[in-house]
C-alpha cells in the first residue's frame, strides 16, 4: 500500500468534528460556582513535561491545552487549530515528511496575549534542549525541524516519511507550554523554574491561583477562554493525597466532592459505596495495563549516585529463566478477583488494544509454581545453604525489593505476589512509597518511580490515542532516566536492545496499517519476553461524579479531565 493512501485510510477513522458535548446550560461563565475534584494521588508540578505521572498531566490539563485531543472513542478532534492535517486537505504532504497546523484565529494564553506559532515551536524546543530531560521526549521522535512561517502556521518537518505524524503537540501529554513565560527554562534550568512549573499559564478552561504541591491546586474560570459561557464553573479545588476509599466515600457516600479520579477499588467496596446514592461511577476500558517493571541496571545501595539503577546488568533479573519463573508463579485471575472484578482482564500484553496492535501470540492466565521451581532449578539457581533463598550460581542471594504506591489493591497485590515468589524461592521485600512522590517528577527525591531504586516495581500506565507508535519508544535504549537527564525518561525498567531500537524505527517508517499492527505486535512480544516487564490486569478505568454534576465524558484515550470545561451543575 503506498504511503499516501495509507494516510487517506487512516484519516478516515478521525472525527474531523469541533468540540462537541455542549450541555445545553447556556449562560455567564462561572454561573455554577465552585466544582470539586479529588485525585487521591496528588499533583505535585503542572508541566507534564516534567513528569510522567498520570495525576500530573491530568491536573495540567484544566490550564494546559494540545493542538488536537482524543475524544472518548479514541478519534482525533481539533482543539487549538482549525482541522486535521491529513494528505486529503494538504496539511500532510505526499511524502509524509511534513505536517503543517492553521491555528485558530484569535485565540489568547489566559493572560490575554495572543497564542501563536512561536509556542508550538518553543514547546519543541523546551523538550528537545540540550542538557535537560523531557518526561515526553518519545513523542518528538524523528522530527527534524518546527517552523513557523506566519504567527497561524506551525510546519514540523520530519526526518523521513512518518505515516503516523501525530505524537507531538497532540493530546495530554504534549501540551503546548507559553514560550514567554518558560523562555529562562530550557535544558537544565527547567526544573529550577519553580513559579512556571506550579502555575503555567495557559489556554484551558482555568487558571492557576494556588498551587500547594501534593495537596490542593485552586483554580479560577479563565475569563479569556474562547468558548463563550464556558467554563460553567467558576472555580476549582482540586484535592489531591488520602486514597482511592477516601475519594471513592467524598463523592458517593458523603457528597463532599463532585469527581473522584481512578477509584482503585475491590468490587465490593464499590458496590457499597455506590448505594449511598450522592453519585455514579462511570468505567471503560483502554490501554491500561497494571505490570511490574523488572530493573534491568543494579540498584545495590552500595552504589554511587551515579551508578545505582544506571549501570548495566542487575545481578539477575535479565536471564530468562528467572524473569519467565517469576511470571509463571503469579495467579493472574485471582488477581483480577480480588482487585477488579469485571474491571479487570486478564493480560500478557504491554499494549492490550486496540485489537489491531494486541498480540495473541502469549498466554499467562495459569499459574505454574512448579514449572517456575524447576525452571530456576535446571538454570542453576539453588538454595545452597537450605535458608529457603535460592543463589545465583556465582552466590549472590535471590533477595528483591519489591516497591508500588500505597493503595490497598496494590499492597493486596504485593503480598500475594511476594507470598507466591517467596513460594519458589526468592526473597522478597514490600515497600509502599505516597503516591504524590511515587508518580512525581522530582529530581531530588529517591522515591520516584522514574529513579526506580528497587529491583521490581509496580504500576500502570497507558498511552493516548489509539496508535501506539510512541508508547513503544518508551523501550528505546536512549529513552532510559539518567542523572543527566534529571532522571526524566520513558524507558523506566532500562531494558536495551539492539533489535528492538531497529524495529520500532522500522515502525516509524511504515505505512501499511495490518504491516504496523504486526510490528508493534512483534516489539510488544520483544518487550515482555526479553524481560523489560510482567503485565499483571488489563485495567478499566473506574472513576465516580456526583448527581448533580453534569457533562462528565469519560475518556480513557486522554485526560479525564479533557472537557471539563463542559461540565455543569444538573438543576435539583
Not at 543494579?298 to 548495566?312: A, K, T
Not at 494486541?358 to 498466554?363: F, I, V
Amino acid at each position: 500500500m503506498k504511503l499516501k493512501t495509507a494516510l487517506l485510510g487512516a484519516a478516515a477513522s478521525f472525527a474531523l468534528a469541533p468540540m462537541a458535548y455542549a450541555d445545553g446550560h447556556e449562560g455567564e461563565r462561572g454561573r455554577d460556582g465552585e466544582v470539586k475534584i479529588i485525585y487521591w494521588q496528588a499533583p505535585s508540578i503542572l508541566n507534564p513535561f516534567l513528569s510522567g505521572g498520570t495525576k500530573d498531566v491530568e491536573a495540567a490539563s484544566l490550564i494546559l491545552e494540545p493542538l488536537m485531543r482524543f475524544d472518548q472513542t479514541g478519534a482525533l478532534v481539533p482543539w487549538l487549530v482549525e482541522e486535521i492535517p491529513t494528505v486529503e486537505n494538504g496539511g500532510l504532504n505526499e511524502e509524509l515528511t511534513q505536517i503543517t497546523y492553521n491555528i485558530t484565529p484569535g485565540i489568547t494564553w489566559s493572560d490575554g496575549t495572543p497564542f501563536t506559532s512561536a509556542d508550538v515551536k518553543f514547546t519543541y524546543d523546551y523538550c528537545t534542549a540540550e542538557g535537560g530531560g523531557c518526561a515526553q521526549a518519545t513523542k518528538f521522535e524523528g522530527i527534524d525541524s518546527v517552523e513557523t512561517p506566519d504567527d497561524l502556521t506551525v510546519v514540523v518537518n520530519f526526518s523521513g516519511p512518518t505515516p503516523y505524524p501525530y505524537s507531538a503537540f497532540n493530546g495530554a501529554e504534549s501540551p503546548i507550554i507559553q514560550a514567554a513565560q518558560f523562555a529562562d527554562c530550557l535544558g537544565p534550568k527547567a526544573p529550577e523554574c519553580t513559579d512556571e512549573n506550579f502555575g503555567p499559564i495557559g489556554t484551558g478552561p482555568f487558571t492557576v491561583t494556588d498551587f500547594r504541591t501534593n495537596d490542593v491546586i485552586q483554580l479560577a474560570a479563565n475569563e479569556n477562554y474562547r468558548v463563550e459561557g464556558q467554563p460553567a464553573f467558576a472555580t476549582v479545588t482540586f484535592k489531591g493525597g488520602g486514597d482511592a476509599t477516601a475519594a471513592g466515600r467524598a463523592v458517593l457516600e458523603t457528597g463532599e466532592f463532585d469527581y473522584a479520579w481512578n477509584l482503585q477499588l475491590a468490587p465490593d467496596v464499590i458496590a457499597q459505596m455506590e448505594s449511598g446514592g450522592n453519585g455514579t461511577t462511570v468505567a471503560g476500558f483502554g490501554t491500561l495495563v497494571e505490570r511490574i517493571m523488572l530493573n534491568n541496571t543494579n540498584p545495590d545501595p552500595s552504589l554511587s549516585d551515579e551508578e545505582r539503577s544506571v549501570i548495566r546488568p542487575h545481578p539477575f533479573l535479565g536471564d530468562p529463566a528467572v524473569y519467565n519463573a517469576l511470571s509463571m508463579a503469579i495467579d493472574r485471575p485471582l488477581l483480577v478477583e480480588v482487585g477488579y472484578g469485571q474491571a479487570g482482564r486478564v493480560t500478557c500484553n504491554w499494549v492490550p488494544a486496540p485489537e489491531l496492535y494486541a498480540s495473541t501470540s502469549m498466554t499467562c492466565d495459569t499459574q505454574d509454581i512448579e514449572g517456575a521451581k524447576a525452571m530456576l532449578e535446571e538454570a542453576g539457581y539453588v538454595d545452597t545453604d537450605g535458608d529457603g533463598v535460592r543463589e545465583t550460581p556465582d552466590g549472590v542471594k535471590m533477595s528483591m525489593l519489591y516497591q508500588t504506591s500505597t493503595n490497598a489493591v496494590r499492597q493486596d497485590f504485593q503480598a500475594l505476589i511476594k507470598q507466591w515468589w517467596e513460594e519458589i524461592g526468592m526473597e522478597v521485600e514490600l515497600r509502599n512509597i505516597d503516591a504524590s512522590v511515587f508518580f512525581g517528577g522530582d529530581p531530588g527525591s529517591p522515591d520516584t518511580f522514574q529513579k526506580f531504586m528497587a529491583d521490581v516495581e509496580m504500576y500502570a500506565n497507558n498511552f493516548p490515542g489509539t496508535d501506539p507508535q510512541a508508547y513503544l519508544g518508551n523501550g528505546l535504549c536512549d529513552a532510559a532516566p539518567t542523572p543527566d537527564t534529571q532522571w526524566q525518561g520513558e524507558n523506566i525498567s532500562r531494558f536495551c536492545m539492539e533489535e528492538y531500537d531497529a524495529l520500532h524505527a522500522e515502525l516509524q517508517q511504515t505505512s501499511d496499517l495490518q504491516e504496523r499492527g504486526r510490528i508493534a505486535k512483534e516489539l510488544n512480544d520483544m518487550a515482555v519476553q526479553n524481560g523489560m516487564m510482567i503485565p499483571l490486569v488489563d485495567r478499566g478505568r473506574l472513576s465516580a461524579h456526583a448527581n448533580s454534576l453534569g457533562g462528565v465524558v469519560l475518556n480513557t484515550w486522554d485526560s479525564e479531565l479533557w472537557n471539563a470545561a463542559e461540565w455543569y451543575r444538573v438543576a435539583e
